[in-house]
């Protein structure tokens, strides 16, 4: 059944061509079909420049489910979803366009609006929405990333959404709040007395936070070299996962009482700038390399690239947050393209041991640590010392593994795509899974003073193979602490 609250609503897909689209957007409905999270009535209205009638859209649509869902469609499912299905042709770019929306969307009800378009068009759809009233204190608006490429442009934009529609009506999505392992972190912070006691710098020695891509530029060369991995990947995604893991527990699980402890981490992150950018950073591009025994091309020799570009596509950063939990512990980044695998994980260290029985041949125990494997094998391992067992007088120890699987221990369940929850939570208009223009702006004073400090110093743009886990600087950033990257295994 579908959640009682879940009443019906247009869903105005902006953008329906697109890849997001095509995807993500339509399998995840569609599994929310199969899941019965739909209401009867709910429709979803493609949008775009392309001259389709209905029929033809559905057929789109259809592609798209065999393509992307990788399921056989159930003829039953199928009739049902595509009795939802419409198309309007709009150039966004027309304001008069907006007009043919009504004839298709209904006032009663409450209308959704996903803008899957680049972000230079949210003035100009809201300006459209706006002008033939489909902006009512119901109806609501979802932001695809990035708002913004510096904190300047991204108040713009927001200011821009903002004169059509209140914070309560705005859903900035960031996907990878949507994802069970993300969502999970809660569960293992504040329900487990084993973590909830010893999250805090008292125990904790430092935490590391991995986003690895086996992928490379995917055919967008020309977007993603104006926008680079920081912006692409640590400003939304690695510093959401940050706030999570290093928030304090929150009076309740309200969307503000989440946001706001949220942004106080992010507003407590130490600035980096020109004097400690050099020390504390390491930006990477990959060039020629192997990945599965198959030659990759370099990122100024993919399709469509300029040769001269000195766009990062790896990043690692050294972050220190300043607030009285935090103080001390040093949390660091890593993300980028054409890594040997793709996994994104958490890897919490504890502090050395430090009594008076451990043995002086003891030195090097290792730390206790807890993996958090966020995707794919989505799990936890926790990594404890163990005697190994024997008739030996004198404990030997080795470091053991204490695996958890999803895969094995929730075997009927399914790991929902972060679209379907996120999809779901808008209609019902939960907003704690969508992130506040308050915490954008803060990453993004954050990274701005990264970016502009890696132009005013002309930072080096280290090389990398494809296929190898980013520069050699981003280890000897870790080794100069006397630490080492989590060993990820390919
Ligand atoms: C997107 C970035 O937000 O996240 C892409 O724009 C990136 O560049 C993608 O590849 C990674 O998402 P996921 O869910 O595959 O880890």
């Known amino acids: 059944m579908f959640y009682k609250k879940n009443l019906a609503y247009d869903l105005v897909i902006f953008g329906a061509k697109g890849d997001l689209s095509n995807r993500k957007l339509i399998p995840s409905l569609y599994q929310l079909e199969i899941s019965e999270k739909i209401c009867k009535n709910t429709r979803i209205i493609g949008v775009g420049r392309a001259e389709w009638n209905r029929k033809e859209y559905i ?13 056989k469609i159930n003829k039953k499912v199928w009739k049902q979803f595509k009795s939802r299905l419409y198309f309007c042709n709009i150039d966004v770019n027309k304001i008069s366009n907006f007009y043919k929306l009504k004839k298709i969307l209904s006032k009663k009800k409450k209308i959704i609006h996903y803008f899957a378009m680049p972000q230079n068009t949210f003035g100009k759809i809201c300006k459209g929405l706006g002008k033939y009233h489909f902006n009512s204190s119901q109806d609501r608006v979802i932001l695809e990333k990035p708002i913004g490429n510096s904190l300047k442009t991204s108040k713009e934009i927001n200011n821009k959404v903002g004169k059509y529609f209140t914070e309560k009506q705005i859903f900035r999505i960031d996907h990878y709040l949507g994802k069970e392992t993300i969502l999970n972190l809660i569960a293992l912070k504040f329900y487990n007395s084993i973590f909830f006691n010893n999250w805090n710098k008292k125990t904790i020695d430092h935490i590391q936070i991995t986003v690895a891509e086996k992928i490379g530029i995917e055919g967008r060369w020309g977007y993603f070299d104006k926008i680079g991995q920081t912006r692409d990947m640590i400003q939304n995604h690695l510093l959401q996962i940050l706030s999570i893991i290093a928030m304090s527990p929150p009076q309740d699980l309200k969307t503000q009482t989440i946001r706001k402890e949220k942004l106080k981490i992010l507003k407590s992150l130490r600035k980096i700038d020109y004097k400690n950018i050099d020390l504390l950073t390491v930006r990477g591009q990959y060039s020629e390399g192997f990945l599965n025994n198959k030659k990759m091309p370099g990122y100024i020799n993919e399709i469509g690239a300029i040769k001269t570009s000195q766009t990062e596509t790896f990043v690692a950063i050294k972050v220190n947050i300043d607030s009285p939990e935090w103080i001390g512990v040093p949390f660091y980044l890593r993300t980028g393209k054409r890594l040997p695998i793709k ?19 003891m030195k090097n125990i290792p730390l206790n640590k807890i993996v958090i494997r966020l995707q794919p094998n989505e799990g936890i391992d926790i990594f404890l010392v163990n005697k190994i067992p024997g008739l030996d007088s004198n404990y030997k120890l080795k470091e053991i593994k204490l695996p958890f699987d999803y895969k094995k221990s929730f075997k009927n369940l399914r790991l929902c795509d972060s679209y379907e929850r996120l999809l779901l939570e808008c209609s019902l208009g939960i907003q704690s899974l969508f992130v506040s223009r308050k915490e954008i702006e803060a990453s993004w004073e954050w990274i701005d003073s990264i970016i502009n400090s890696w132009i005013k110093n002309k930072s080096k743009l280290e090389l990398y193979q494809a296929g190898t886990w980013g520069p050699e600087s981003s280890e000897k950033m870790l080794r100069n602490d006397h630490r080492n990257w989590n060993n990820i295994v390919s």
């Open 343 to 361: 996994h994104s994980e958490i890897a919490i260290y504890f502090k050395p041991m430090n009594n008076h029985i451990i043995r002086k041949d």
């Open 59 to 71: 057929k789109i649509v259809k592609h798209s489910i065999k393509k992307f869902f990788k399921k």
